[in-house]
């Protein structure tokens, strides 16, 4: 009996002092928070094994999550993945669709900075316009018209200079066969005569005014049915037209031609747009065209180009947020107390079973400890 009470003894004590001896481990990798010294010599174990390492254990947290947990191609990936695009695209067009709500104008969209369109609209615009085309004339001023218009439009003068001579000769012809041309010969033809009336006198012994205008009439008529004339006024036509696309841009409008035109170019352009009555229409009647195509086609595009971007600069943006960095800064912030709730929270269960095994492991000692003391 003795026996046996010796070895129940030796276990309990054992498994004591294995269980107090994990729990009081537990508890020294928090506690102390801080140093304690006698006799300015710092106590062992003091602080704790958190709050002495405290900034290792951040560092190395920071650096476990930068590299192996929210790692650059983990982000590529998800940024490729279908959920991620389909929520950008979701967003994207709930977005589109609140611009067609019958509240919103460009008014609205500025009013979170606190600009008044109305206000500042046109002396912005006319602002904008004026460097614009000053910075456009300096540019241009030296080339030749052929090169500074567009090619669309120089094929568009192109065409339409083609067809000038047979619209001249047409309109001339219209005009000498009218009544408004027949009575300006006649007041040239009697102007011309009264300055030269000795002319006059021999020549209206054979003809009336009437007779040589209507015969000046006839002959012009003629003339300008004459294939050759047409040849002559189509090539001076195409002559002065290449001459004039050969120009540099300051020979066709001088600078103080440009300086004293631009206001008034200025002036009508911003009247053509009417600022005042646009801002406050709503985008739904003001640009409907343009809410169709972004609802249609437009969302995917932004959706891409939102997810191109963001894979294009990802490097640059995780180099900038620097997130072991992010990670170290936010669990320094953290108090002791709250760390040392969070680990218990997190590793309650287990620690539980390390104090536990404590008390087993101690008790097997202590047992084996009782039968070596009875034997021995």
Not at 144 to 168: F, G, N, T, Y
Not at 207 to 234: S, W
Not at 244 to 267: D, G, H, R, Y
Request: a neutral charge; proline letters at 3%.
């Amino acid at each position: 009996m003795k026996i046996l009470l010796v070895v129940i003894f030796m276990t309990i004590i054992g498994a004591v002092i294995g269980g107090v001896t994990n729990m009081i481990a537990v508890k020294m990798l928090f506690h102390p928070f801080k140093p304690y010294y006698i006799f300015g010599k710092r106590v062992p174990f003091t602080p704790g094994l958190v709050p002495k390492r405290r900034a290792e254990i951040a560092t190395k947290i920071g650096q476990v999550v930068e590299e192996h947990l929210l790692t650059e191609a983990l982000i590529r990936e998800k940024l490729a993945s279908h959920e991620v695009h389909t929520s950008i695209y979701h967003t994207v067009q709930h977005q589109i669709d609140a611009l067609k709500g019958d509240h919103v104008t460009l008014q609205t969209l500025v009013e979170p900075f606190d600009i008044d369109l109305a206000k500042r609209g046109a002396p912005w615009l006319s602002g904008f316009l004026d460097e614009r085309l000053e910075q456009k004339y300096n540019e241009v001023q030296t080339e030749k018209v052929a090169k500074v218009l567009p090619q669309a439009l120089i094929e568009a003068m192109d065409k339409k200079v083609s067809d000038v001579d047979s619209l001249l000769l047409e309109r001339a012809k219209v005009y000498i066969a009218s009544d408004k041309g027949y009575q300006d010969m006649y007041e040239m033809i009697e102007s011309f005569f009264t300055e030269k009336s000795r002319i006059f006198s021999a020549l209206q012994m054979f003809m009336t005014k009437d007779a040589i205008v209507e015969r000046i009439q006839v002959e012009l008529l003629r003339l300008a049915d004459h294939p050759k004339a047409q040849r002559i006024l189509k090539a001076q036509i195409e002559a002065e037209y290449e001459r004039f696309k050969s120009l540099p841009i300051n020979e066709v409008m001088s600078a103080e031609q440009f300086a004293k035109s631009k206001p008034q170019f200025v002036e009508g352009l911003v009247r053509q747009v009417d600022i005042q009555k646009h801002v406050h229409q709503p985008l739904n009647r003001l640009v409907p065209q343009l809410l169709d195509y972004l609802s249609n086609e437009g969302a995917t595009k932004i959706t891409n180009t939102i997810i191109d971007l963001l894979a294009q600069r990802l490097s640059l943006i995780l180099k900038k947020i620097n997130i072991a960095n992010l990670v170290k800064e936010q669990i320094d912030r953290f108090d002791l107390d709250y760390i040392e709730r969070l680990i218990f929270e997190i590793a309650n269960k287990e620690l539980k079973l390390i104090m536990l095994l404590g008390f087993i492991l101690g008790g097997i000692i202590g047992f084996f400890q009782g039968l070596i003391a009875i034997f021995v």
